[in-house]
């Protein structure tokens, strides 16, 4: 159980256009789900924390007007990175947290982007 | 302010030998602490979790050991193999769930065949 899903896993863009990355929870009904960022050989980076039917919660220095986040149910979330530039090309992650007080967080397998 | 804080950064073991990564935390408000193994382009996984009721946790190979006083955890991974080679991370958390999970800088880990 308590599986994440990315898609794609791996995207290449142009500079300027946008790419919309999805986030599901399989098995479970995630009320809150985190967007990371990796750069190699570094730790994650917190992104945003979304929760269910309620705009997203962006860390400092994320500008959420780039990175438009959606949580439209209780098991998907999508990140939108519009006009993509190439210092955007990292390692997106998501994480999802479940109902019923579980504090443990479960990761999808990753979104590579690269842009142009 | 980095709130955990992650040791070594890289690690060597040779295969069948124990593998120790050590963590320490500040904010005495944190009550979950996981370990989450990542392997190079994919997502982290959760490894080993344990609350501070307790002072250790075992799991097959992987042992977490806390010390609550210190507010000091560590991962003992025993008998360790090739395929344990990866990127290792401690974190740490608080009951309220609006509270962020905080992640150290991991270990790059490799077993030598």
């Known amino acids: 159980g308590a599986v994440v899903s990315q898609h794609p896993s791996r995207v290449i863009c142009k500079s300027g256009t946008s790419v919309k990355i999805e986030c599901r929870s399989l098995d479970f009904q995630a009320t809150t789900m985190f967007w990371y960022r990796q750069f190699p050989k570094q730790s994650l980076m917190l992104m945003a924390t979304s929760n269910e039917g309620s705009k997203a919660t962006y860390e400092q220095g994320v500008e959420k007007d780039k990175f438009l986040i959606n949580h439209a149910s209780l098991t998907l979330s999508t990140l939108t990175v519009t006009s993509a530039h190439p210092e955007d090309s990292s390692f997106y992650i998501c994480?999802?947290?479940?109902?019923?007080?579980?504090?443990?967080?479960?990761f999808g397998p990753g979104t590579r982007l690269l842009v142009l | 302010q980095q709130q955990v804080k992650q040791s070594p950064q890289s690690l060597i073991v040779q295969k069948g030998g124990i593998s120790i990564i050590n963590c320490a935390y500040e904010n005495t408000a944190f009550d979950y602490f996981p370990w989450y193994q990542q392997f190079p382009g994919k997502g982290p996984a959760l490894l080993i979790a344990i609350r501070p009721d307790v002072s250790e946790k075992k799991e097959g190979r992987f042992t977490i050991s806390f010390n609550k006083s210190a507010k000091q955890f560590s991962l003992h991974i025993m008998d360790s193999q090739p395929g344990d080679s990866a990127t290792y991370f401690c974190a740490a958390s608080s009951m309220n769930r609006d509270d962020k999970i905080i992640f150290g800088k991991g270990t790059r880990l490799h077993i030598l065949p």
């Open positions: 994480s999802a947290r479940g109902v019923g007080g579980q504090e443990t967080q479960y």
